[in-house]
Nanobody
């Protein structure tokens, strides 16, 4: 059964860095566009970053541009989110998701999430 598993979350002070990983198993995800989302307590889930299947195209929400970098290693079936200059408002559960190639409004797979907490 195909699944996505996030890791790398934790507690960090403001200004610090974390690298999240999203590792896929059960099938290859090299043909999928992959997204990172986050959900803070009491807030709706928010899009954070996207990477095309080849890694050649990336998008970011304005609030993380210049601080976060999404990348992927298709040989390892893994997508990364490098987060630098973290702020308390980055505190959230971070999820990765695989975008349906035929209907980009839908997601075929979601991970279980990893908690990121940034202290001030």
């Amino acid at each position: 059964q195909a699944q996505l598993v996030e890791s790398g979350g934790g507690l960090v002070q403001a200004g610090g860095s974390l690298r999240l990983s999203c590792t896929a198993s059960g099938r290859t995800f090299s043909t999928y566009t992959m997204d990172w989302f986050r959900q803070a307590p009491g807030k709706e889930r928010e899009f954070v970053a996207r990477i095309s299947w080849s890694g050649g195209v990336t998008y970011y929400v304005d609030s993380v541009k210049g601080r976060f970098t999404i990348s992927r290693d298709n040989a390892k079936n893994t997508v990364y989110l490098q987060m630098n200059s973290l702020k308390p408002e980055d505190t959230a559960i971070y999820y990765c998701a695989a975008r349906n190639p035929a209907d980009t409004s839908k997601y075929d797979y979601w991970g279980q999430g990893t908690q990121v907490t940034v202290s001030s």
